[in-house]
C-alpha cells in the first residue's frame, strides 16, 4: 500500500535562510506527488506537483521539489523564506485516475526573525 | 479564482447527535471527496462521489457517514450518530474530471468537536 512519511514534525528557520522539507513514499509504480500548504483558518493549497518528466518541479511562491526515485523522495526547498511561509506542509501521493491522495503527517514550519 | 467553500467553520455537538458538514464545490468540476484530520494526525480519505454515488469509500466511511449532493451545487457529510473519536477536521475537495494531471482543490475545513 502506498504511504508518505515526513520525517520532521516541525521546523524552525529563519528569515531569509535556506529551507528544505523532507518526504518520502512508498509507492509500487510510479508516484504522482504532490506538496500542499496549510494556513491557519486556511484550505490546503496545491504548491506544486509532479507527474513526469523533469525530476525539478518550480511551484508557487518561489518553492521547487525534487523527484528522486532512487531515494523515493520528494523534498520541497526554498532558497529565501519569508515570514508569511510560516504554515503546515503536507507532502501527498496520488496513484492514477480518480484514486484519493495519501497524505503525510504534515511538516509546521516556523519562521524567526 | 474559483475557491471551494465549506460551512460551518467550527461544529460543536454532543455524542450521539447528527451533523451535517456542508462543501460547495467549484462549479465546473465533476469529482468530490472527503477528508479528515484527527488533531496531529494525518489527512485521511473518507470518500469520493461522481456522477451521484459513491466511487470509492475508506474503511472510516462506516454506515454512520453518508454523502449526498442534493442540489447540484452542495455536497454534504452526514453523521447519523457522532462519537469523540469523530473530533476532527474535516476537509472537501473537488477535482474538474478523471484525467491524471487534473487537481484537488480543497477548501478550508470544518473542525468538528464532538463532546
Known amino acids: 500500500a502506498q504511504s508518505v512519511t515526513q520525517p520532521d514534525i516541525h521546523i524552525t528557520v529563519s528569515e531569509g535562510a535556506s529551507l528544505e522539507l523532507r518526504c518520502n513514499y512508498s509507492?509500487?509504480?510510479?508516484?504522482?506527488l504532490f506538496w500542499y500548504v496549510q494556513s491557519p483558518g486556511q484550505g490546503l493549497q496545491l504548491l506544486l506537483k509532479?507527474?513526469?518528466?523533469?525530476?525539478l518541479v518550480q511551484g508557487i511562491k518561489g518553492f521547487e521539489a525534487e523527484f528522486k526515485r532512487s531515494q523515493s523522495s520528494f523534498n520541497l526547498r526554498k532558497p529565501s523564506v519569508h515570514w508569511s511561509d510560516a504554515a503546515e506542509y503536507f507532502c501527498?501521493?496520488?496513484?492514477?485516475?480518480?484514486?484519493?491522495?495519501?497524505f503525510g503527517k504534515g511538516t509546521r514550519l516556523s519562521v524567526i526573525a | 479564482e474559483p475557491e471551494v467553500t465549506q460551512t460551518p467553520s467550527h461544529q460543536v455537538t454532543q455524542m450521539g447527535q447528527e451533523v451535517i458538514l456542508r462543501c460547495v464545490p467549484i462549479?465546473?468540476?465533476?469529482?468530490f471527496y472527503w477528508y479528515r484530520q484527527i488533531l496531529g494526525q494525518k489527512v485521511e480519505f473518507l470518500v469520493s462521489?461522481?456522477?451521484?454515488?459513491?466511487?470509492?469509500k475508506s474503511e472510516i466511511f462506516d454506515d454512520q457517514f453518508s454523502v449526498e449532493r442534493p442540489d447540484g451545487s452542495n455536497f454534504t457529510l452526514k453523521i447519523r450518530s457522532t462519537k469523540l473519536e469523530d473530533s476532527a477536521m474535516y476537509f472537501c475537495?473537488?477535482?474538474?474530471?478523471?484525467?491524471?494531471?487534473?487537481?484537488?482543490?480543497f477548501g478550508p475545513g470544518t473542525r468538528l468537536t464532538v463532546l
Open positions: 501527498a501521493v496520488g496513484p492514477r485516475g480518480n484514486t484519493p491522495l495519501v
Open positions: 509532479y507527474f513526469s518528466g523533469d525530476t
Open positions: 462549479s465546473n468540476h465533476l469529482y
Open positions: 509507492y509500487g509504480a510510479t508516484p504522482y
Open positions: 475537495a473537488s477535482r474538474p474530471s478523471g484525467t491524471i494531471t487534473d487537481t484537488q482543490y
Open positions: 462521489f461522481y456522477n451521484n454515488e459513491i466511487s470509492e
